[in-house]
């Protein structure tokens, strides 16, 4: 079965980066994308990016551009999100997805706290 | 960029009853680009629609999708207590992959 797992919960201060990891199975690995989306505490959804896995290609919006960077390893069918100058707007409980219809899978949400 | 706008904020409704969610896009949408999601708390959300009217994988039958152009729908027919929850529409195909707001549906 697909499953996407993520790594834990992370605790930065303001300025940092962060990497989370959102390793997938059940599938071959470079023939979906994978996106990133986030919901900060009492907010809505946010999408953040997305990566083609197969050629290695990534968009991002346009509120992250310059702070957000998306990698893979094919060799571990993991995908990474690095966000970068991290301020308390950037406390939120971070996913990685699967979205292809007519099924969409998500990764578990690792929850980033930023705080001095 | 396409902004996705939901109304109403809240939705106070009582199992059984009818429920209809809106969408509105500051610009056209292609029909096969617009879904919906479920998202519930505790939970990660849910594809419930795609195509702006084709149900998801495993999704139920009292909910549909309809619309086109700048304004979208989607209808829950008779509400279960599991349908108290937050609903959002998405453009995709084509980035930015907005949300709207999103339309919380309580008891």
């Known amino acids: 079965q697909v499953q996407l797992v993520q790594s834990g919960a992370e605790v930065k201060k303001p300025g940092a980066s962060v990497k989370v990891s959102c390793k997938a199975s059940?599938?071959?690995?470079?023939?979906?994308?994978i996106h990133w989306v986030r919901q900060a505490p009492g907010q809505g959804l946010e999408w953040m990016g997305v990566?083609?896995?197969?050629?290695?290609?990534?968009t991002s919006a346009q509120k992250f551009q310059g702070r957000l960077t998306m990698t893979r390893d094919t060799s571990t069918s993991t995908v990474y999100m690095d966000l970068s100058s991290l301020s308390s707007d950037d406390t939120a409980l971070y996913y990685c997805a699967r979205l292809k219809a007519p099924a969409d899978y998500w990764g578990q949400g690792t929850l980033v706290t930023v705080s001095s | 960029e396409i902004v996705l706008t939901q109304s109403p904020g809240t939705l106070c409704l009582s199992p059984g009853e009818r429920a209809t969610l809106s969408c509105r896009a500051s610009?056209?949408?292609?029909?096969?680009?617009l879904a919906w999601y479920q998202h519930r708390p505790g939970q990660a959300p849910r594809l419930l629609i795609y195509g702006a009217s084709n149900r998801a994988t495993g999704i139920p039958d009292r909910f549909s999708g309809s619309g086109s152009g700048t304004d979208f729908t989607l209808t829950i027919s008779r509400l279960e207590p599991e349908d108290f929850a937050v609903y959002y529409c998405?453009?995709?195909?084509?980035?930015?992959?907005?949300f709207g707001q999103g339309t919380k549906l309580e008891i």
């Open positions: 059940g599938y071959t690995f470079t023939d979906y994308h």
């Open positions: 998405q453009v995709y195909g084509i980035s930015p992959y907005t």
């Open positions: 610009q056209g949408v292609s029909t096969m680009y």
């Open positions: 990566i083609n896995p197969s050629v290695d290609s990534t």
